[in-house]
Structure formats: structure tokens, C-alpha cells
């Protein structure tokens, strides 16, 4: 039965998520926030309530562990794909001193807010043993995390891509995940600290020798591989297969320091070399595996560490709490850099909207949390809602303060165009 079942599990989880993802597709929004409702809808919120004989019949706790083990590879290959792939888009690095100005307030200021409500989450939300700091760090780094392939998705399919304020925006996204998920891994590193600090220090640093490892020792040898085995512009099977046991390796290692299996997935991808061959065929041949059929399983484990509790009592409270603090510090944050950065009050409410977009990564940010036993089931409720709600409201922010700009953004591209052609013939 045990093979059955997971084949049947599998097929509920992929069509309910791809449903899903066409309603919300259809209503404007990002498709993962459909397979992020699809988890939830699985979960005890909706199809426990509806059904609960049934629910648990079809996800029996004895029959979670392959359903893991898939999900665990998802999330890992997932962020080897996004190491892979973050770099700085065109034209980011002629404003990297502004992107650096929004993504730096885009993570403080949310992060200084977490820190001030902890001290009203923390006496009932902290799970038993775990210390008030490494608690309120983790709210406020949760906080601090903006989802770049949602944010690109959503410009490309608005046409916004080449406008102004979202190429300030994408660059400034990349500064400010680079530094959410620094303090994410001190976090889940402080989480081992009973009084003593040596684990602390190990893992500390274990991460910086791997760190030098990965950039002095596997970023030289793939880039010469990739000369010698893509001679024709596609890296051929065995270079894949070279990349993956990196990645693999590397996930391995994190988990034995101590972290999350993702830390050392996305240090690999990040130390790759930055060609648009090796991200093609990884693309190709990797992502669309992983999204189509290994992430829907992570959002369905996600939507069944859900917890009703999480909307009793004063937990209502705070959860309003949760998306105040985590709207205002991203959007008013990014706002801010925005404006010092020189934009107009409407493009920098723009950059500010998309700031505040999480989506799947902050579900990933979450998931190590609960790994990580740093928050329990109610609070990992409470953060996968705010992670769905301020990615539901980058849409419509966007298109209230951008009205007008696919206009520039054709403009744009004809002049990119042209001065492309210009630089062909030698002008």
C-alpha cells in the first residue's frame, strides 16, 4: 500500500496545486501563490475541517516520511537554482550604491519592527527551551525577506521589467535576500546556544571554510570544465552531474554544521560562474523538475504543519501584529531607500510594493524555522499568511502606482535596441 498511497498523494497535491495556481493566474496573481493555497487547503485548515476521516486517511502521519524525503530534495534543488541564477539584472550595476541604499532599509527597518513586537509574541509563541533572542531575530529576519523570482515574474508579466524603478527594485531585492539570509543562517546557528558557545563557533566556522571552499576551489574548477565540455554552448551530462553532487555535497555539509540542507544548496549555485549557458541548461533541465513536481510537495507538508490554534483567542491579535510589522517595515523601508536614491514619491512606493513581495521564500525562510525548532506550529501559520497576503498585495500596489509605465518600459527596450545595433556596427 505504501507505493500506491504515495503515488495517490502525489497526483491530489500536483492537481490541486496546479488548479489552484490557474484560479489565482487568473485573477492577476503569481502562480506559486495558488500552490502556496493549494498546501493550506490540503492542510487541517481546510480539507481537515471539511473531511477530517479523509484527510487523515490520505496523509497519515506513518506515510509522511517518502513525502519528505521529496520535499527536502525540492527545496534543495530549488535553491541551487536560485544561487544559480542571482546575479544583478542589466543595468543593475550601474545603480548598485541605490540598491544598496533600498535593500539595506528594506531589511533593517523590518527587522528593528520584529525585534520591538517580539516581546509580545515571544511568552506564547516561543516553543519550550528556545531563548528570547534567537526567537525575535528569527521573527524579524522572516520579516526581512523579499521573494525575487516572484518579484521578476510579476514585472515580466505586468511588462514592467525595464522601467526604473524595477530594475532598482530587482537589484535591490538580490542586496537584500544576500543579507536576510546572512542573519537567517546566525540565527539558526544561535538556536544551538545552551550556555555554550563552541557549537555556535563550529558551525560558524565550518560555514566560512566551506564559503572559501566553494568560491576558491569549485568556482575556478567549473568554470574550466564549462570551457572544456560546452564547447557547443550546452554542458553536457557529465558536467550536470558534477554540479549536482556539488550541490548535494554541499547541502550535506550545512546540514552537518548544523544548518539547513538549503544554506549549502544555494552557496553552491551562488559560486557558480555567471553564464547564461550553464543557467539555461540547469533551467531546462533542472527547475522545471523541481517546480513542477517536487516544490507542490513542499507546500503541501507546509500546509499540514499549519495550525488551527493559530486563530483562536488572541492569536488573531497576533497575526495582525505579524502584518503590520511586516508591511510597514518592507514597504516603508524600501519606500525610504527609494527616496535617497532619488525616485519620486509614486516610483518609490512602487519599489516599496515590491519589496514587500515573499512569496516562496519566505515559505522556505519559515520552513527552517520549524526545522530548526526556533517557532512552532501556530507562529509557522501565522508567517505562511503573511507570506501569502503582502505576495497578493504586490499586484495591485504595482499597477496603482506604475499606471502609465509600460509605455516606458517599450521605450526602454527600442533604446537598448538601438544601442545594441550601434555597438554592432562599430557607431
Request: hydrophobic share 60%.
Amino acid at each position: 500500500m505504501g507505493p500506491a498511497l504515495l503515488l495517490v498523494q502525489l497526483v491530489a497535491i500536483l492537481l490541486t496545486a496546479r488548479a489552484l495556481a490557474w484560479v489565482l493566474r487568473w485573477l492577476g496573481q503569481p502562480p506559486v501563490i495558488g500552490e502556496m493555497i493549494a498546501g493550506i487547503a490540503l492542510g487541517p485548515l481546510l480539507f481537515g475541517a471539511i473531511a477530517p476521516e479523509a484527510q487523515a486517511a490520505l496523509f497519515a502521519k506513518p506515510s509522511l516520511a517518502a513525502l519528505q524525503s521529496l520535499s527536502t530534495l525540492g527545496l534543495v534543488l530549488f535553491m541551487f537554482v536560485v544561487g544559480v541564477e542571482l546575479r544583478m539584472p542589466g543595468g543593475a550595476r550601474r545603480q548598485l550604491t541605490a540598491a544598496t541604499k533600498v535593500g539595506v532599509l528594506a531589511v533593517v527597518l523590518p527587522m528593528l519592527l520584529g525585534i520591538a513586537v517580539a516581546p509580545a509574541l515571544y511568552p506564547r509563541f516561543a516553543p519550550p527551551g528556545v531563548a528570547f533572542w534567537p526567537f525575535a531575530l528569527f521573527i524579524a529576519t522572516a520579516g526581512a525577506i523579499t521573494a525575487l523570482p516572484v518579484m521578476a515574474r510579476i514585472l515580466k508579466e505586468r511588462q514592467l521589467a525595464h522601467t526604473g524603478p524595477a530594475r532598482l527594485a530587482l537589484a535591490s531585492a538580490a542586496v537584500a535576500d544576500a543579507l536576510a539570509w546572512v542573519a537567517l543562517a546566525m540565527v539558526v546557528a544561535l538556536v544551538s546556544v545552551h550556555g555554550d558557545w563552541m557549537p555556535f563557533w563550529r558551525t560558524l566556522g565550518g560555514m566560512i571554510a566551506l564559503t572559501a571552499l566553494c568560491f576558491g576551489v569549485f568556482r575556478p574548477m567549473a568554470a574550466r570544465m564549462l570551457a572544456r565540455y560546452a564547447a557547443d554552448s550546452r554542458p553536457h551530462g557529465n558536467m550536470l552531474f558534477v554540479l549536482l553532487m556539488g550541490a548535494l555535497a554541499c547541502a550535506a555539509a550545512t546540514e552537518w554544521l548544523n544548518l539547513h540542507a538549503v544554506f549549502g544548496a544555494f552557496l553552491f549555485g551562488a559560486c557558480l560562474p555567471r553564464d547564461d549557458r550553464l543557467l539555461d541548461t540547469i533551467v531546462e533541465r533542472i527547475e522545471h523538475v523541481t517546480v513542477l513536481l517536487l516544490l507542490p510537495v513542499f507546500f503541501a507538508l507546509a500546509g499540514l504543519n499549519t495550525s488551527a490554534d493559530a486563530f483562536t483567542g488572541g492569536a488573531g491579535y497576533a497575526l495582525l501584529i505579524i502584518l503590520a510589522f511586516a508591511i510597514a517595515g518592507k514597504v516603508l523601508g524600501g519606500m525610504a531607500g527609494a527616496r535617497l536614491a532619488g525616485q519620486g514619491w509614486r516610483d518609490a512606493f512602487a519599489v516599496g510594493s515590491l519589496m514587500n513581495a515573499r512569496g516562496l521564500m519566505e515559505l522556505i525562510v519559515i520552513r527552517v524555522g520549524l526545522d530548526a525548532g526556533v517557532i512552532g506550529k501556530e507562529m509557522f501559520t501565522m508567517l505562511l499568511i503573511m507570506a501569502i497576503v503582502t505576495t497578493i498585495m504586490t499586484t495591485p500596489m504595482l499597477v496603482f502606482f506604475m499606471r502609465r509605465r509600460p509605455a516606458e518600459a517599450q521605450a526602454t527596450r527600442r533604446q537598448e535596441r538601438i544601442a545594441g545595433s550601434s555597438d554592432l556596427t562599430g557607431e
